[in-house]
C-alpha cells in the first residue's frame, strides 16, 4: 500500500498562543482564529484540507500555554519533523511546544479529564502598557481575604449557570470544580487558579469579575452566594476582561500536558 492510499496516522500537540489578535479558538467564517490558522499551516504541509480538534474553547482575547490539539496526518511525517516544520510557517503569536503520536480514536476534548485556567490580576491602578491584553488592572483596592473566602466557596459539583453566558444544551450546566484559589506571593500579580471537568462560556471570567467586585465593595458578599445557589444577584454580572485568561493544561489519563504557569512573567523575587 503506497502512502497516498494508506490510512493517515494520528497526532496530538501541545500548542499555546497569545489570544490578543484572535477571534477565538474555535473555526468562524470570515474572521482569523487559532483553528484556522492551524489548519491552514497543516494544509500547506500535506497539500490538502486538514480539520483539527480542539480540548477546548477559549474566547476572544483568550490566551492558552497549553492548548491540546489532534489531527491526522500523512504516515510520512514524524512528531519532531510536524514540530519543526509549523514552526517554520506559523505566525508569530502561534507555538508548537511538541507534537506526540495519538491512537487512533484520540479526541482532545472528549478524552480530557479536567482542564486548568488562570487568571492574572496586577494591582495598584497604576497604568501599565505592557501588560494590556496579559492582565486585568483594576482601579480599586482589593480585600485579599474576601478573594480567598469566595475562592473557597466554589469547588464542588454544581450548576454554574448564573456564571455563564451560555451553557451547552446536550450537556447541561453542571461543573465540577476540584480546585480553586487565589495566590498573593508575586506581587503586584495576583492570581485567580481554577481546575475543574468542563467550563461553561465565559464562567472563570464571570467567576473572577464578580470576585473582584466584592472584593473592592462594589457588591454584596451574598451576590456571590446567591449565584452559586442559582438564584439571581442583586444586580447583573459582568465578566472580567479576556486578557488577563489564560488556559494553563489539560489533563488526559492522570497527568497534565503542561505544569503550571504564565511564561512571560517574571522570575520569583522580581518585581515589575
Known amino acids: 500500500m503506497s502512502d497516498a492510499t494508506a490510512p493517515p496516522a494520528r497526532f496530538r500537540a501541545t500548542i499555546e498562543y497569545d489570544g490578543t489578535s484572535f477571534h477565538g479558538s474555535q473555526l468562524q467564517p470570515g474572521v482569523r482564529t487559532v483553528q484556522r490558522d492551524m489548519e491552514e499551516a497543516l494544509g500547506k504541509l500535506f497539500d490538502r484540507p486538514v480539520r483539527i480538534d480542539l480540548a477546548g474553547r477559549t474566547d476572544a482575547g483568550v490566551h492558552a500555554t497549553a492548548q491540546e490539539i489532534a489531527f491526522d496526518a500523512p504516515r510520512a511525517w514524524g512528531p519532531e519533523e510536524l514540530a519543526r516544520a509549523l514552526g517554520a ?64 466557596a466554589v469547588p464542588g459539583e454544581r450548576s454554574f449557570e448564573r456564571f455563564a453566558r451560555a ?20 506581587p503586584p500579580f495576583l492570581f485567580f487558579e481554577i481546575v475543574a471537568d468542563r467550563f461553561l462560556h465565559h464562567m472563570v471570567r464571570y467567576l473572577v469579575g464578580t470576585s473582584v467586585e466584592i472584593a473592592a465593595a462594589r457588591r454584596p458578599f451574598e451576590d456571590f452566594e446567591r449565584l452559586l445557589a442559582g438564584e439571581a444577584a442583586s444586580r447583573p454580572v459582568f465578566p472580567a476582561p479576556p486578557g488577563g485568561l489564560y488556559l494553563t493544561g489539560v ?17 520569583d523575587g522580581q518585581r515589575t
Open 251 to 267: 489533563r488526559y489519563g492522570g497527568e497534565w500536558n503542561s505544569g503550571p504557569g504564565i511564561p512571560w512573567l517574571p522570575a
Open 89 to 152: 510557517i506559523l505566525p508569530d503569536d502561534i507555538a508548537v511546544r511538541k507534537v506526540r503520536n495519538a491512537a487512533d480514536d484520540f479526541h482532545p476534548r472528549f478524552g480530557a479529564e479536567g482542564r486548568r485556567y488562570r487568571y492574572a490580576i496586577a494591582e495598584g491602578g497604576r497604568r501599565r502598557p505592557f501588560l494590556r491584553d496579559r492582565a486585568w488592572i483594576p482601579h480599586w483596592p482589593l480585600d485579599r481575604d474576601a478573594l480567598a473566602r469566595l475562592a473557597a
Open 167 to 186: 451553557g451547552q444544551p446536550e450537556r447541561g450546566t453542571r461543573c465540577r470544580v476540584g480546585r480553586a484559589a487565589w495566590s498573593f506571593d508575586r
